[in-house]
T-cell receptor, first 114, second 114 residues
């Protein structure tokens, strides 16, 4: 398994507060992704990165921002958390090249916004 | 945009029996990849099997096999000799050949009865 960790694993926060989730990988994979998982929706892509400082939006990016200053770290920020952002968040990575068509997932972060 | 549909929110199977999970997708592309991921109660996303669209032969991994019908845009997962450890949420996912983002279905909960 790819070495992907997420922190924190669980967080409860109040509406209106900023929250940052961290994804750290030790595989030197080029691509990194943030998904959210909600019942009835599967996993939906929030943002992704195709290299250091190179990021792009996914299908549910409103209210989220990301940053990638190092290959190994991909941060997801909720600038002002809302109850609709209560979800389980997954980070994933994949290497570049033809071999990189499988995504490896982190353990997930359960975020509750009260 | 591509979509993935899993029409069975929940399925049950008796231990040692065979079960088939359904997945259909919509795309105008001819080259792509399809995946089945398993998510046990631990929340970890585990790749079960993958299929390249250009391959006519159905993929097989031990007790797991797929029935890939490209013209019908159907990609079902068959689990043979079901085990208690197979109980999980199963997600079907699509990836374009030239892209690196996954599109997921809503998932199917599989329950295994002893």
């Amino acid at each position: 398994d790819a070495g992907i960790t997420q922190s924190p694993r669980h967080k409860v926060t109040e509406t209106g507060t900023p929250v940052t989730l961290r994804c750290h990988q030790t595989e030197n994979h080029r691509y990194m992704y943030w998904y959210r998982q909600d019942p009835g929706h599967g996993l939906r892509l929030i943002h992704y990165s195709y290299g250091v400082k190179d990021t792009d939006k996914g299908e549910v990016s409103d209210g989220y921002s990301v940053s990638r200053s190092k290959t190994e770290d991909f941060l997801l920020t909720l600038e002002s958390a809302t109850s609709s952002q209560t979800s389980v968040y997954f980070c994933a990575t994949t290497p570049s090249g033809r071999a990189g068509y499988e995504q490896y997932f982190g353990p997930g972060t359960r975020l509750t916004v009260t | 945009a591509q979509t993935v549909t899993q029409s069975q929110p929940e399925m049950s199977v008796q231990e040692a029996e065979t079960v088939t999970l359904s997945c259909t997708y919509d795309t105008s592309e001819s080259d792509y990849y399809l995946f089945w991921y398993k998510q046990p109660p631990s929340r970890q996303m585990i790749l079960v099997i993958r299929q390249e669209a250009y391959k006519q032969q159905n993929a097989t991994e031990n007790r797991f096999s797929v029935n890939f019908q490209k013209a019908a845009k159907s990609f079902s997962l068959k689990i043979s000799d079901s085990q208690l450890g197979d109980a999980a949420m199963y997600f079907c996912a699509y990836r374009s050949q030239g892209g690196n983002k996954l599109v997921f279905g809503a998932g199917t909960i599989l329950r295994v009865k002893s």
